[in-house]
């Protein structure tokens, strides 16, 4: 729907900073949205205007009680976009930071003896603090593999990994290396027939902006994004925790809230710019759906945004008008396949004879920005089973148009050539 409609799409794309020029760069085709997506400009002018502001929460004076109160409004407006009608809503330093600190508590709170559950699918995020966590508790951490040829992994690869003893499982909702989209909901019911009473956290980061996130109909714990990844900034993430979650021991200052896991005082201008992001989600809704409802309209611009983000990656993968898709190029691997219905908005690629840092240097010369996934810390798991020391991350948000993906095949065309593959 957004595909077909150039209107819907300039309204879109007028709503965001810096859709079609870097300020230091100049022009510019932003694919390289799983790094960090492109920033609302009603959050830019949020931020700005709460960073001036002196006063804190907790005072008897007329601004402390409006810090409060756009900090509730806030919350509320989180919990529809992620529909999430119980549990806690708070703020941390980042998204990896809270992931760390919901696993291990998890993970030292839990019943002794019994096991951590994760995939090697996952984020270091989840994976270092699983490590980590299980070793200090002598939880002994098992990683489901992953399907190398897929880059996903499935409820049926976690079956045989399942055991009534499992204290902590680990979801990660979408790869940041292959794209690819885990169905929460499934594996989770998965894990809940064997071991009903583990507690079960979810990394959302990279899946935020690429569609719906349901935890009502999930069945989890714990739920993390970092939101400069969906449409805000930087300096911090944003965490679920169920009631079971919240009841287990944590930090919190002695004789504070019961059950608080917010420390010191609060930046009310990170709250308030998730609110924004929520409007804008509503907004989009409103121009796709007919929806009365402000979650159905925040569903209907989950679908529609999965929708255009289907067809760019689609073009990009088997080409558009007559310019040929990556699976049509020689010397050209895809991560994942061309053939790959979980994937979320991102094609990670190879190219025969380019290494990778030299391709996404040849792709900025020519006004297209991507980035190199090594095999480090961030990728290893993911890349080093596939021989691979690095690929390129092409990532789409649904701003991106295909037009932009005509002149990305353009210049994958050029580069082919030149190295004569």
Known sequence: MITENPTLMSEIRARFAHVESCPEAGPRIFFENAGGALTLKSVVATSNHFAAIPDNQGRDNEMAHKLVRVIDQAKSDMREFLNAPNGDIFAGE????????????????????????????????????????????????????????????????YIPHLRPDIRVATILHTSPVTGMGVDVAAVA????????????????????????IDIKGYDIDGYVISPYKVFSRHGYGI????????????????GGPEGNWEL?????GAYATMSDVVDYFDWLGRQVSDAQDRRARIEAAGA?????????????ISGTGNLAGLADLPG?????????????????????????????????????RTH???????????????GLPAAVRVSMCHYNTLDEVSAFLTAMREIVDRQGV
């Open 94 to 157: 980042s998204g990896t930071e809270l992931l760390f600190r919901l696993v291990m508590n998890a993970v030292l709170e839990t019943q002794n003896g019994g096991v951590v559950l994760g995939s090697t699918l996952e984020h270091p995020a989840t994976r270092s603090a699983c490590t980590r966590w299980a070793k200090v508790a002598g939880k002994p951490y098992i990683q489901v593999p992953h399907n190398d040829s897929t880059g996903c992994v499935t409820a049926d690869d």
């Open 189 to 212: 019911k998965a894990i809940r027939a064997v071991a009903p009473d583990a507690i079960i956290i979810v990394d959302g980061i990279q899946h935020a902006s690429h569609g719906l």
């Open 239 to 254: 965490a679920w925790t169920s009631p079971r979650l919240n009841a287990l021991p944590h930090d919190s200052l002695i």
């Open 264 to 268: 010191g005082t609060r930046d009310t």
């Open 304 to 316: 529609a945004i999965h929708e255009h983000e289907q067809a760019l990656t689609n073009a990009m």
């Open 332 to 368: 050209v691997g895809i991560l994942g396949g061309a053939d790959n219905p979980t994937r979320e908005g991102l094609v990670s690629i190879t190219l025969d004879g380019m290494d990778a840092p030299d391709l996404v240097s040849a792709l900025r010369a020519l006004g297209i």
């Open 372 to 386: 190199t996934r090594k095999a480090d810390h961030y990728s290893g798991n993911i890349l080093n089973p596939l």
